[in-house]
């Protein structure tokens, strides 16, 4: 197997579990996600903003903590 397609492979892989993991709230909890969509909602546009961020500056630093353990 290539380089390339082990990429490609790995990236599908992270994504489906991506996919698997947002489902998780839906399936588990509806009546709850009900709930956050609401709350969410509510929030003010920069509130949302300051809060996907801080999500996805915790997901780079998650991501390249793992990264640097696996090599």
Same mark, same amino acid.
């Given at each position: #197997? =290539? %380089?390339? =397609? $082990? @990429?490609? =492979?790995? *990236? *599908?892989? #992270? &994504?489906?579990? *991506? %996919?698997?993991? $947002?489902? /998780?709230?839906?399936?588990? &909890?509806?009546? !709850?996600?009900?709930?956050? !969509?609401?709350?969410?909602? @509510?929030?003010? $546009? ?10 996805? !500056?915790?997901? /780079?630093? *998650?991501? %390249? ?5 696996? @090599?």
């Amino acid at each position: #197997m =290539s %380089l390339q =397609s $082990e @990429s490609l =492979s790995y *990236l *599908l892989m #992270m &994504f489906g579990a *991506l %996919l698997v993991m $947002e489902g /998780i709230p839906y399936f588990g &909890f509806p009546k !709850a996600v009900k709930q956050w !969509a609401h709350w969410i909602h @509510s929030l003010p $546009e920069k509130k949302m903003r300051a809060i996907g961020f801080g999500i996805m !500056a915790v997901g /780079i630093v *998650l991501i %390249l903590a793992i990264r640097d353990i696996l @090599s």
